[in-house]
């Protein structure tokens, strides 16, 4: 899913997108009526078109129901990062911005109310809201996307604009941050340089190499005209190797077994993960897979280049140079069912 977006392009509407965020509320319905599940909507800007702003200037943003004054306190943020506090103000279902004097007016800005931001109900946003802004006449176009595998729980997704190597980068704020769920996107970005990282359950006031951490397998990365695409994997807490499992006749398990098509270049490990168990094999010399015992159920399939031979897919590490291993994903979940094998048959990589 990708964010909840302001369009510019008309004046008239409103499109709005959305990327699934974790979010919990407790919800009580009304005496007698029915329980209140739906986040505040954002129906309106004004102005309406919010280019060629001045610093300081207020920004109304008009929402379809009153929202909950205490939940603003940590629910908007303005990217790249400034220094300076945004100043707003409550008006039932109208939240005044003042936009801060430090704003750069050759620069694309984001207004993001996140997961905090809740109505009266206490029903938070499960859509992050993305409000694109500038000083300028025009609108940044750039755009990263992804996906997060693995295990994880609410993972963020922080952005440095141009190259920043990881001793500065444990220093020195983010110029973006997006709460994800499996998906992320960022849009509006200048063309340049980047540094990425992916964090879960990202704590501000830890040092970032004190958080569970990934490093895309590129050190950095380079926006341009089109939309690029980049995926984070954070590790699962326990792997079993299918070929150590003892087998239990009693037990009906299911079996995967397949091929890789494409050029690569051993040793390349398999992994097979589920909600709560993941297996893994050893890609053979002529590109066959197999993993038996495997309980019945939904299951993601992934490979990775295990370039230094540990049985493990690598994300990085603060404490050295290296950057996450390289892995690629079976567009499709798999359903494994007792005592039936499954195969997948010239699995392509590039």
């Not at 509320?25 to 009304?30: M, Q």
């Not at 790249?80 to 936009?99: A, F, H, M, R, W």
């Not at 970032?208 to 050190?219: C, D, P, R, T, V």
Request: proline residues 4%; negative net charge; contains cysteine.
């Amino acid at each position: 899913m990708q964010p909840m977006f302001l369009n510019l392009s008309n004046n008239k509407n409103l499109f709005i997108f959305s990327l699934i965020l974790f979010s919990c509320a407790s919800v009580k319905a009304p005496q007698g009526g029915p329980l209140d599940l739906i986040p505040p909507i954002l129906e309106s800007t004004t102005p309406s078109v919010l280019t060629g702003l001045q610093k300081n200037q207020k920004i109304i943003l008009s929402f379809n129901e009153f929202i909950k004054e205490e939940s603003l306190k940590n629910a908007i943020e303005i990217f790249p990062s400034v220094d300076e506090k945004i100043d707003y103000e409550y008006q039932g279902k109208n939240i005044v911005i003042t936009l801060p004097s430090s704003l750069d007016k050759n620069k694309t800005y984001v207004l993001s109310l996140n997961s905090n931001f809740s109505d009266e109900q206490n029903v938070r946003l499960k859509n992050n809201i993305i409000i694109p802004l500038s000083l300028s006449n025009s609108i940044d176009s750039g755009k990263i996307s992804g996906k997060i595998f693995g295990s994880f729980k609410q993972p963020s997704i922080l952005l440095w604009k141009d190259k920043i190597d990881k001793d500065i980068m444990i220093n020195q704020k983010p110029d973006y941050i997006l709460s994800s769920s499996n998906s992320f996107n960022f849009d509006y970005l200048p063309e340049g340089a980047y540094s990425v990282l992916a964090v879960d359950l990202y704590n501000r006031r830890l040092p970032l190499n004190e958080n569970k951490i990934s490093f895309n397998n590129q050190k950095f990365i380079e926006v341009g005209n089109n939309s690029l695409n980049i995926n984070f994997y954070f590790n699962n807490i326990s792997v079993s190797d299918s070929l150590n499992i003892e087998n239990d006749s009693i037990k009906k398990t299911a079996s995967l077994f397949g091929n890789l098509k494409g050029n690569f270049i051993l040793p390349i490990i398999i992994e097979l993960n589920g909600k709560e168990d993941s297996f893994e094999s050893e890609l053979s010399m002529n590109g066959t897979f197999r993993i038996d015992d495997v309980e019945s159920g939904k299951y993601q399939l992934l490979g990775y280049f295990d370039r230094n031979n540990n049985k493990m897919l690598d994300t990085g590490s603060f404490d050295n140079e290296n950057l996450s291993e390289k892995f690629f994903v079976y567009p499709d979940s798999l359903s494994l069912r007792s005592n039936w094998e499954l195969e997948i048959q010239d699995w392509e990589i590039e």
